[in-house]
């Protein structure tokens, strides 16, 4: 946009990802920016993100004091770079407690699409008795397709998503999640970027925010 170009305002926010391609030449204007939630090693730029690591170790620590050793991972690593944070948390959970991650219950390239995750789910021989779902769009699913085949959640099969979003309050039962503050994550964009107009030659800064893992009925003692 020409009010870019012309550099007729004083800093940027820009939420989420769009193309890296389109960031970069944001970035390339000189005017300070700020990303929310979205980060890549070739973007310059300050970024708000969520502990991602530290959000998903927390989230399948509470499936494994609940006494599951077969957990899954659902979750398109390639879509987002928090996805593959998620990923590296899955497993840094699984190594501290001593358990070896089993790749076919690994599923980093799933699609939020009912149908394809029916297909994968079918090619199981043996199920876990939990998963970590890196959303609450997937969670929302799996929930929906274990339902769907005679599963009971959590009597059968745990399930614990990521962001706190309306589909985990809205599945029956509603869905164990790790919450993001949204206002805090505005409020620390917004301080960030005032701060980076004052200080243009400072280095890049990554500020990591904390979640919260929030308890619902989808999690249950492993019975197996």
């Given amino acids: 946009p020409s009010l870019l170009t012309n550099h007729e305002i004083h800093g940027i926010l820009i939420l989420s990802h769009i193309s890296t ?33 530290f959000g998903a170790y927390k989230a399948v620590e509470h499936l494994i004091e609940l006494g599951h050793q077969d957990i899954g991972f659902i979750g398109d690593v390639n879509f987002s770079p928090s996805y593959q944070e998620r990923l590296e948390g899955y497993l840094l959970a699984l ?35 939990a998963w970590f779902a890196v959303n609450d769009g997937l969670g929302f699913m799996i929930t929906s397709l274990l339902q769907q085949k005679g599963y009971n959640v959590p009597n059968d099969v745990s399930v614990c998503s990521f962001d706190n979003g309306q589909l985990s309050q809205l599945a029956t039962p509603k869905i164990t999640t790790m919450d993001i503050d949204l206002k805090y994550f505005g409020k ?4 960030q970027l005032c701060w980076r107009i004052q200080h243009k030659e400072e280095p890049i800064l990554e500020i990591l925010l904390p979640t919260t893992l929030i308890i619902r009925d989808s999690t249950a003692k492993c019975r197996k």
């Fill in 21 to 53: 391609e389109y960031i970069s030449k944001i970035i390339d204007t000189g005017i300070p920016t700020v990303l929310i939630d979205h980060h890549d090693p070739i973007l310059q730029a300050d970024a708000i993100l969520t502990n991602n690591r």
């Fill in 95 to 129: 190594n501290k407690f001593g358990l070896k991650p089993r790749q076919e219950f690994i599923f980093a390239n799933a699609e939020e699409n009912l149908e394809k995750l029916n297909q994968d789910f079918e090619c199981l021989d043996t199920r876990p008795t």
């Fill in 188 to 191: 620390k964009a917004v301080e």
